[in-house]
């Protein structure tokens, strides 16, 4: 009879978890060298890209901005329950625990595979997941080993070897045991250092050293009166807290001297250019709010910056447009494809290649170096960022990332207005009922929003002037004879043409959302 307590099993499963760290660490720092998607992030691009739409649509009304952060620490919990299974079998059955960590290489290989989101060679890519293998495998090993013997019977051993309190079976090799922990830990802290060090810092870096050129084309000046109100969304979104949506689970890293743009496709003169030919063409300045098609009404994807950028229509029409193109697959850095309908883009509007968002590069996540703004169209069907790749190309012959998933293909931004203040549930005293908040019509423009308090008739508010017809306008109301109790404040929007937002409730999926925004509070 073998002997195995559970000191014995834990310092096992133990050893199972440093063995998988140790792994994970040498294949990210393998990746570092390949330039290939390391194997964790592999793994979770693949689930992202599998996960059916409606589980997204959850996870995104779920965690909002913090979905990737979610998934990645689902993982890691996950990683490190097998891991300890592993090690935890292991003991008694080692051909299970290799067997096991196999099945995750071999996994980890499938989704280097097809990863598209570095462009790495697929031969030189799946290095990061064979080392990954071959050091989980032969850390388990290693480290069960001198666990395994200790548990075999010893004829020879003395029994009074063992100390007192001591409830490890006899003949355990502490020395051996402690070398293959220090060695493996070795291992994972060396390869963690290496990705850490040498795996993100090339964006950052170019970032640094980029100066934008003033635009030949400045913005207006900003309207008088913008921010009228404590509380509300000001006028111009800082970038800390500009709203992010992307599928990237690591920003992705495009140095901006190794970014190179490529405009192909149905066009006469092909057109490359680097960073430096981009910045310059001529550059407008403009004032533009992005909104995300799965905001909800009321939701917090939408946010307005000044943008430099290069027209789309300077480069498109250098490159010459065949007849018969109505779409531009955009693609990014990460492999994200998005369809932008041509017709849109040259009829006149901003359309631009951003470089800048108020005032500095574009930030990392927000697409440096350089990404597309359309005014007017849904960010999942215009803005793609870490742009590389513009095909001139028809709708019928690709389909965009977001349509594959349910959502359609070509996506206007919506009528909305949101309230900001008050917050849910505040109270205020009956002379100091001040509310706001915002509403945009990108493209149309917005000429009138009301307020209604309970079933009350429908109030003007006051608009902060017009800036343009891209960006979103401020709106106040203050509740002049304000009754005590509890309360429910709605508010809609009327656009330039006239058209008053609908108070159906649509979900944001297959192509944005419609309602009005209520909010209750009280008065004291
Ligand atoms: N490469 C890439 N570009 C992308 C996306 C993405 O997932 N990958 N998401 C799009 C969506 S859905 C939106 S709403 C905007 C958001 O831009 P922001 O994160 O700068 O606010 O980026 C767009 N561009
Ligand atoms: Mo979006």
Redo the contacts with the bound molecule.
Sequence with gaps: MVETTVAHRTLAAGAGVLAGLAGIAAGSATAVFTGGPSPVIAVGNAVVARTPGFLKDFAVRQFGENDKAVLLGGMAVVLVALAAVAGWIGLTRIEVAVGLVLALGALAALATAVDTSTSASLVVALLAPLVTTAVGATAIVLLLRPLREAREPDAGADPLGRRPGDDLPSGFDRRRFLVAVLGTAAVATVGAGISRTLGTSGAATSRAAVKIPAPASAAPPLPAGTDPLRGISPYLTPNRD???????LIVPDVPADTWRLRIHGDVDQELELDFAELLDQRLIERRIT?T??SNEVGGP?A?NATWIGVPLTDLLRRAGVRDGADALKCT?A?G?V?GTPLDVVTDGRDAMIAIAMNGEPLPLD??FPARMVVPGL???VS????LVDIEVTRFSEFEAYWTERGWAEKAPIKLASRIDVPRSFESFAPDAVRVGGVAWAQHVGVDNVEVRVDDGPWEPARLVPQDGIDTWRQWTWQWQDATPGDHELTVRATDADGNTQTSDRAQPRPDGSTGWHSVRFSVK
């Excluded at 500009?242 to 990237?248: E, I, K, Q, W």
């Excluded at 803005?383 to 870490?386: H, I, S, V």
């Design positions: 500009f709203y992010r949506v992307d599928t990237a992005l995300c098609v994807y946010g990014s990460d994200m998005i927000h697409g849904y960010g999942y803005a793609t960022k870490w």
